[in-house]
């Protein structure tokens, strides 16, 4: 049974470019679309979405071998729980509830030194001990992720920057594996991530001025 839900998952739903795309790859596009645009809007619906996305592509790039990006994935699917706990019921140092609000240049360097050195230390763990056919190309992505996902978590407007780099990267991953949707995914993420940024730092400022 299983192994006809796997086969029906992988089917083709059409071809883009001489490649074919899964129901699998398709309805995870389509989701986290939808999730990226609650994310915009700060609505709570982006932490479920994220969930079933997250557990859809765990499962794609897995039969890719892709194991950082599937990797990724799994821990994207458990924070997407605390990122729903921090966004209901989160509180700054102070006491407060979450806002939109930004970390800084001092706050960020110690995640950004951590993020820099984990990305060659994973890839050479993908090198040494997987098949992936792209470990470096795999390791920036997954690593730098965690850092836009924690950021996304506490509600800081850097969360947006940090995308659109992960998203830049994840085009050139996804299209030398072949995976044309979810390339136009991660392409349609960049403007997305620009504009969720402008509607972040609106909506931080005029926080500030109320």
Same mark, same amino acid.
Request: proline share 5%; aromatic share 16%.
């Given at each position: 049974m299983w192994a006809?839900? =796997?086969?029906a998952a992988l089917a083709p739903a059409f071809t883009a470019l001489g490649a074919p795309i899964s129901w699998l790859e398709l309805v995870a596009f389509v989701l986290a679309v939808w999730m990226v645009v609650c994310n915009m809007r700060v609505r /709570? /619906?982006? =932490?479920?979405l994220a969930l079933i996305s997250s557990l859809l592509y765990f499962a794609l790039f897995l039969d890719g071998r892709l194991y950082g990006e599937a990797a990724l994935q799994l821990l994207f699917a458990g924070l997407a729980g605390w990122g729903w706990w921090q966004w209901r019921f989160g509180r700054t140092a102070q006491g407060?509830? #979450?806002?939109?609000? @930004? #970390?800084g240049k001092a706050g960020l360097a110690l995640p950004v030194a951590l993020t820099l050195l984990g990305w060659p230390l994973l890839g050479l763990f993908l090198a040494s001990f997987t098949d992936s056919p792209l470990p470096y190309w795999d390791a920036f992505p997954t690593v730098a992720s /965690?850092?836009? @996902? =924690?950021? /996304?978590a506490r509600k800081y407007e850097e969360n947006w920057p940090t995308w659109i780099v992960v998203n830049a990267v994840s085009v050139v991953l996804f299209g030398l594996k072949g995976y044309w949707l979810t390339v136009v995914l991660y392409a349609v993420f960049i403007p997305m991530s620009v504009l969720g940024w402008q509607a972040w730092r609106r909506q931080r400022l005029a926080l500030a001025m109320a």
């Amino acid at each position: 049974m299983w192994a006809d839900v =796997w086969a029906a998952a992988l089917a083709p739903a059409f071809t883009a470019l001489g490649a074919p795309i899964s129901w699998l790859e398709l309805v995870a596009f389509v989701l986290a679309v939808w999730m990226v645009v609650c994310n915009m809007r700060v609505r /709570l /619906l982006a =932490w479920p979405l994220a969930l079933i996305s997250s557990l859809l592509y765990f499962a794609l790039f897995l039969d890719g071998r892709l194991y950082g990006e599937a990797a990724l994935q799994l821990l994207f699917a458990g924070l997407a729980g605390w990122g729903w706990w921090q966004w209901r019921f989160g509180r700054t140092a102070q006491g407060e509830a #979450l806002s939109v609000r @930004q #970390l800084g240049k001092a706050g960020l360097a110690l995640p950004v030194a951590l993020t820099l050195l984990g990305w060659p230390l994973l890839g050479l763990f993908l090198a040494s001990f997987t098949d992936s056919p792209l470990p470096y190309w795999d390791a920036f992505p997954t690593v730098a992720s /965690l850092l836009g @996902q =924690w950021l /996304l978590a506490r509600k800081y407007e850097e969360n947006w920057p940090t995308w659109i780099v992960v998203n830049a990267v994840s085009v050139v991953l996804f299209g030398l594996k072949g995976y044309w949707l979810t390339v136009v995914l991660y392409a349609v993420f960049i403007p997305m991530s620009v504009l969720g940024w402008q509607a972040w730092r609106r909506q931080r400022l005029a926080l500030a001025m109320a």
